[in-house]
Every structure is written in C-alpha cells, then in structure tokens.
C-alpha cells in the first residue's frame, strides 16, 4: 500500500511539473482559394489556390495567478511574434488585471480578435493598415502594460476599464521617401510613448437580449521632434438575440475617427497639416446550429481626400463539420471607390484547429 501511494504521488507531482513546463499547443492551418476581377492583381480572372498563414498557439497557466500566451504566425516571409504576453488576473488587489507585453490592442473589438475568429473571411478594410485609420502593419498589436477592472455591476450592467501605456512605435509615420538624403531629419526615427484606453458596458435586455457597447481612444506622437500628434476615437456595439434554441442573430457595428497632426521637413523647418479621416463597419450574422449567414457593409473616407469614399459590401456563409475543429466558409464582396471601377471578389476558406484553441465560430 505504502508502495502504491508512493508512486501515486510521483505520478500526481510529474503531472503538475509537466503541466508547468508544458503548455497547451495549438496549430490553426487553413486552405484558400480567391478569384478577382481587380485589374491591379496579377491573377485577374484566375482562380487562386493556396496554405494561407498559419497560427501557431502555445498558452499555459503559469501558477495560481498568472498565464502565459505566445501566438506564432508562419507564413512566406517566415516566423513573426504576434503575440507574447502574460496575464496577471487573479494576483492584484481590488481586482484589478494585469497585461504585458505584445498583444493585440483592445481597441473596439474586432482588432483583439485574430482573423480566423471572425465569422467574415477577411479583416474589415476599416481595420486594414493600407488605410490608415488605426496603426500597425498587419493589426493595432504593440508592447504594452494594460491595467483593467470589471466594476460591480448596476442592474443588469456590467462596466469594465482597461488603461494601457504602449512603445509607441506604430503610431510614428515615418520620413517621406521623396524627402532627399540631405534632407532626411534622423530625429524622426524617435519614439515616444502611446496611450489607449477602452471601456465597455456588457447589458441584458430581457431574457433574450444581451449586448456590450464600448468606447475607445488612442493617443500616439508621429514625430516626437516636431511634436505632433495622433488622436483616434471609437465606438462599438454589438447585440446578440436568441430567436430559438439553437438560433441567434449578432448585429455589431464599429466606427473609428482619427485625427492628426503631420509634420514634413524640408531640410531647414518644419510645416504642418492637420488630417482627419473617418470610417465604420456593421454586419449581421445569423447562426443556427453549426450554420451561419450574414452580410457586412463599410464605408470609410478615402486615404487622400475625405470627399472621396471607400464602400464595400459582403456575403458570407460558414459551416463547421461536426465540431469546430474544421469550418468551411464562403464570401463574396464588391468594394468600390468613387471614380474606380468596382471590384468583385470571391472566396474560399478551410480552416482546421489541432489543439485546445479553435478556429471557433464567431
């Protein structure tokens, strides 16, 4: 008996070291095909087939207080750290949450979302760095310390905060690449530190009805020499209502302003610009079982001139077999801007999830 309680508690104590030094690790894939009709693409009219990025997920308890989350996304240009982070939740006094490191922002709520958990194909062009609105390369993600707290509830209200000091570097724009050599100012390379904060409201109307209405703003300087600035303010909304047992409609809708100030040297002084540019996304998803269907519509000001509009609308169905380690997903979308021919775009995705985190459904 003696023996067998000896080796019980070896087994136990290797489970608990193997728990710490092996965290939960996931591999979302996904296969993709694309047709377009754009005249910019190099495969106009010619269907695509493609292994999309994949997303490589290891994230573990730490101990009783803290978790650790690293997301890798390897693709052509190889491995990037999308992700790293670890999560104080349960440490601090009053309640309140700790996050460091690099995470994406929780700026509205689709940006702290990863694409695969959207129930669209694609990132909003809304959030897409090629316009502008929110900074980043591929999403609003940087180093950063966010301080959160969820406040008693009032009612049926459920008020949370969350305030974060970021690096800073995305929000800087760069030196103009016309700028000539003799002229390129090197301070504008400096970074100074950014800002963000986000509140949310979570309600429930009735026994049907739930939702989360949230505000948003952030705060970076473009050019720490020439001390200009960049202001970005957002709402967001989402509803969700059971129509049956196994049938809910999600309506959700962003909208982001920036505004900002823009330096440009010429060797000898600055001069300067303000700019401001506007934009929203809303879409309605109908999920029924492990079937989904919805529509999407955004619009935001164009990247060189605000009285020149950017709109898109899109179609899109999803269907995961069985579970939700495979989803199949379908979309159609026609983007237009005034004065450009619209474009049209069809898509295929399957997405599949080896491991604890999946490609769920949104």
């Known amino acids: 008996m003696q023996r067998k309680f000896i080796l019980l508690s070896l087994a136990v104590a290797m489970t608990a070291f193997a728990g710490v030094s092996n965290p939960d690790i996931s591999l979302i894939g996904q296969v993709r095909s694309d047709w377009t009709n754009d005249p910019l693409s190099t495969d106009q009219y010619r269907p695509t087939l493609g292994l999309g990025e994949v997303e490589l997920v290891a ?116 030196q103009d690449t016309s700028v000539s050599e003799e002229n390129f100012d090197p301070k504008i390379s400096e970074t100074h530190p950014s800002f963000l904060v986000h509140s949310s409201n979570g309600f429930e109307w009735g026994d049907f009805i739930v ?7 952030a705060h970076g300087m473009n050019n720490v020499e020439a001390n200009t600035n960049t202001h970005i303010w957002g709402t967001d909304l989402k509803v969700k209502i059971q129509l049956a047992e196994e049938t809910r409609l999600t309506l959700q809708g962003e909208g982001l302003y920036r505004q900002e100030r823009v330096a440009s040297w010429d060797g000898d002084s600055y001069s300067f610009q303000n700019q401001d540019r506007k934009g929203f996304v809303c879409f309605a998803d109908l999920t029924r079982g492990r079937l989904n269907i919805g529509s999407l519509y955004e619009q935001t000001s164009g990247v060189n001139s605000n009285s020149v509009l950017d709109r898109s609308v899109k179609g899109f169905a999803g269907f995961s077999l069985m579970e939700e380690t495979t989803l199949f997903r379908l979309g159609v979308e026609r983007r237009w801007v005034e004065g450009v021919h619209p474009v049209n775009t069809a898509s295929m995705q399957i997405l599949f999830s080896m491991g604890p985190h999946r490609p769920h459904q949104f």
């Not at 800073?168 to 724009?173: H, V």
């Not at 939702?211 to 703003?217: E, T, V």
């Open 59 to 174: 994230q573990s308890a730490l101990n009783p207080y803290a978790d650790g989350t690293f997301v890798l996304s390897i693709g052509d240009e190889g491995i990037e750290v999308e992700e790293g982070y670890i999560d104080l939740n349960r440490a601090l006094p009053l309640g309140f949450a700790l996050k460091a490191g690099k995470f994406r922002a929780p700026f509205g709520k689709l940006n702290a979302m990863h694409p695969h958990a959207y129930s669209f194909l694609q990132t909003p062009h809304l959030l897409d760095p090629e316009q502008g609105l929110l900074p980043g390369e591929e999403s609003y993600d940087d180093v950063a310390l966010e301080l959160s707290e969820l406040f008693p509830g009032i009612g049926t209200l459920a008020p949370q905060l969350s305030v974060a000091v970021q690096q800073g570097a995305l929000f800087r724009t760069g």
């Open 211 to 217: 939702g989360d209405i949230g505000f948003s703003w």
